[in-house]
């Protein structure tokens, strides 16, 4: 079993609709997750960033962390063609020797026009 | 402030051969991280540099190299280059911990023949 384990998509979706993308994982340890973008032939980009369990609110963008069930969980909501992209789900257990984060392998999302 | 620059950006390289990639991070962050990314594996961690000392290793052979400059400046080194060692490299800095939050380069996509 794989440490972070993400819905593999891809996912396609009209233009104003609700995204929800997931992730879970089995390290219980881990209390970092990230949420990143990546474009096309560019480097992935910070899109959320929460700390243990909760919900927290970027604009459009909702992360959601529930460490009890070891599942996490980002909503775009009106999603826009703009949001086309893959989204990663990354998580640690913390700074220092504990450094490295652990990506699940990415859904590619669509948004149609 | 600029973000995390990686050099060259696209690398043809022969099996047998080694190839050496460069990371410049953020100005002011100290902590440099690598990772190889594939389309069947995803992003796996390489390894992590923090004051020019070696802190977290992923499981990749010992062919995988790196080092950490003085001014937080990076490089990572692939040597006996295989088939297989085609990927994007990507680069990403962090102010301390990079277990938190990590910012990351448009990578060097290496193509191995």
């Known amino acids: 079993q794989k440490e972070v384990e993400q819905d593999p998509g891809p996912l396609s979706v009209p233009e104003g609709a609700i995204v929800s993308l997931n992730c879970t994982y089995s390290?219980?340890?881990?209390?970092?997750f990230m949420w990143y973008r990546q474009y096309s032939r560019k480097g992935p980009e910070l899109l959320m960033y929460t700390y243990s369990s909760g919900n927290k609110e970027d604009g459009r963008f909702t992360a959601q962390v529930d460490k009890s069930s070891k599942y996490i969980s980002l909503f775009i909501r009106d999603s826009q063609p703009s949001d086309s992209a893959t989204y990663l789900c990354a998580m640690s257990v913390g700074g220092g020797a504990n450094s490295k984060l652990t990506f699940g392998k990415g859904i590619t999302l669509s948004v149609r026009p | 402030k600029a973000g995390v620059t990686q050099t060259p950006r696209y690398l043809i390289k022969t099996r047998g051969q080694q190839v050496t990639l460069s990371c410049s991070p953020i100005?002011?962050?100290?902590?440099v991280s690598w990772y190889q990314q594939t389309p069947g594996q995803g992003l796996q961690f390489l390894f992590e540099y923090f004051s020019e000392t070696q802190r977290n290793k992923g499981n990749f052979p010992g062919r995988f190299s790196g080092r950490q400059f003085s001014n937080s400046r990076s490089e990572m080194n692939v040597s006996t280059l295989e088939l297989g060692d085609s990927a994007l490299y990507l680069c990403?800095?962090?102010?301390?911990?990079?277990?938190?939050?990590?910012?990351f380069g448009p990578g060097t996509r290496l193509l191995v023949l």
């Open positions: 390290n219980s340890a881990f209390q970092y």
């Open positions: 100005s002011g962050h100290r902590s």
């Open positions: 990403a800095s962090s102010f301390g911990d990079a277990g938190k939050t990590q910012y």
